[in-house]
């Protein structure tokens, strides 16, 4: 799913701890039906379910139908998205932790 077509944005679908959990739940096989990742939670299948709609429609998530049961799968790609937002960060970050240690280093002569 492109950027352009997502229903929701990313940063508000991995906002929730309950969807992060997901998404590492995810992240460990190919794919989980829903009963299982339920089974993860405190709280049931419609619950669940609700939650992971708001993935889905971020993109994070794809679901296909096997019978009756509902399996679903993890598309990392839109966490891009965020990885480059927080790498604008890191550059911060470094930069003031560099200027710290000049300024500790001058200190210290």
Not at 21 to 28: D, K, V
Not at 29 to 51: C, D, I, N, Y
Request: hydrophobic fraction near 40%; aromatic fraction near 6%; proline fraction near 4%.
């Amino acid at each position: 799913m492109s950027k352009n077509s997502q229903l929701r944005d990313v940063f508000d679908a991995i906002a929730d701890p309950t969807r992060r959990q997901l998404i590492r739940l995810l992240a460990e096989e190919e794919e989980k039906p829903l009963h299982e990742l339920t089974e993860q939670f405190p709280m049931g299948r419609t619950a669940v379910s609700k939650h992971l709609t708001v993935l889905k429609e971020a993109g994070l998530v794809h679901d296909r139908k096997v019978g009756r049961e509902t399996r679903f799968r993890l598309d990392a790609t839109p966490l891009r998205e965020v990885q480059d937002w927080v790498a604008d960060y890191n550059k911060f970050w470094n930069a003031n932790v560099l200027h710290l240690k000049q300024l500790l280093e001058r200190e210290e002569e």
